[in-house]
């Protein structure tokens, strides 16, 4: 079945350093890709979403790219701030109408200041 | 204006109790979905219906039994709560055949005693 693995942390950065989690995937055919970011205490948001390969998704200065030469879809954001500490979470759904969406296990990012 | 709203936000029970979830959604999405989020932040699917009808029923114990009104609606009922039920629930909606992802609840943190 459909699968995603992303980096498990936790992980903490300082303010304005440059931010990369990785995430693979395991699936049949062209599914869609997403990151959401749940911030402490809330529940999930999209933050974005990519629908097919070489597709760049970007969001509040984060950006991911669909990848199916190496079935990756990596979030990468150039400078981090404090707002950024929250749980992000890659997740998958397949093709067809009534694909689940599936999720990696997260990972929490702490920035300091 | 809450796209998805869940209720209550927060539930604390004995073991042993019946007891109820409520969701709502007004994106006007035909499927409906309830997640489990566990201390360690997993995310795991537990149901989903299209149309007020049951498309997804993961391995879930038969304790937990929920109902579709209408396609606006997906309430989640637990009986005889156990202390490993204790996560955060969200429930979340899509647009079946979009490829899109989904728009989530704010969680409803359930406290087993």
């Known amino acids: 079945g459909n699968s995603v693995t992303q980096m498990e942390g936790p992980v903490t950065l300082s303010e304005e350093a440059f931010l990369t989690i990785n995430c693979t995937y395991t699936a049949t055919g062209y599914p869609s890709l997403f990151w959401y970011v749940q911030y402490p205490g809330e529940g999930l948001q999209l933050l974005l979403k990519a629908t097919k390969a070489d597709d760049k998704g970007s969001n509040k200065g984060f950006e991911a790219t669909y990848r199916k030469e190496t079935t990756s879809f990596h979030l990468e954001k150039g400078s981090v701030q404090v707002s950024d500490s929250a749980v992000y979470f890659c997740a998958l759904r397949g093709q067809g109408g009534s694909e689940k969406l599936v999720f990696g296990k997260g990972m929490k990012l702490t920035v300091n200041p | 204006d809450t796209a998805v709203s869940q209720t209550p936000k927060y539930l604390v029970t004995q073991m042993g109790n019946d007891k109820s979830i409520k969701c709502e959604q007004n994106?006007?999405?035909?499927?409906m979905y309830w997640y489990k989020q566990d201390s360690k932040k997993f995310l795991k699917i537990m149901f989903s219906y299209n149309n007020k009808e049951l498309i997804i029923n993961e391995t879930v114990p038969n304790r937990f039994s929920p109902k579709s009104p209408d396609k606006a609606h997906l309430n989640l009922h637990i009986n005889s709560l156990e202390l490993g039920d204790s996560a955060v629930y969200f429930c979340?909606?899509?647009?079946?055949?979009?490829?899109?992802?989904?728009?989530f609840g704010s969680g409803t943190r359930l406290t087993v005693v």
């Open positions: 979340a909606s899509s647009q079946a055949g979009t490829g899109h992802g989904y728009t």
């Open positions: 994106l006007g999405h035909d499927t």
